[in-house]
């Protein structure tokens, strides 16, 4: 089952646009609060999985598997803007 994150979270958000009427526009207020929920949550599962990534800084020396995964969590750091120094 492939879930489109995108479209699910903006169906959680809703419509947060500004229409000039009182209903509508108390609506995207409520929408909004979402929006700031969500983006709360975002940050903590990047930062969930971000931490993923550092458990590989220590590995063992000289197991070439653990220096695959070393290097792969290493590279994806730097892809996502998080830099590591090596030891």
Request: hydrophobic letters at 30%; charged letters at 30%.
């Amino acid at each position: 089952m492939k879930i489109d994150l995108l479209e699910y979270i903006g169906y959680l958000i809703g419509d947060t646009s500004w229409y000039g009427e009182t209903n509508h526009d108390d609506i995207s207020a409520r929408n909004l609060k979402t929006l700031d929920n969500v983006l709360s949550e975002i940050e903590y599962i990047r930062d969930y999985l971000l931490t993923r990534l550092y458990e590989h800084r220590n590995y063992r020396q000289g197991n070439a598997s653990a220096e695959h995964l070393h290097r792969l969590a290493m590279s994806i750091l730097e892809r996502h803007g998080e830099k590591l120094e090596e030891k």
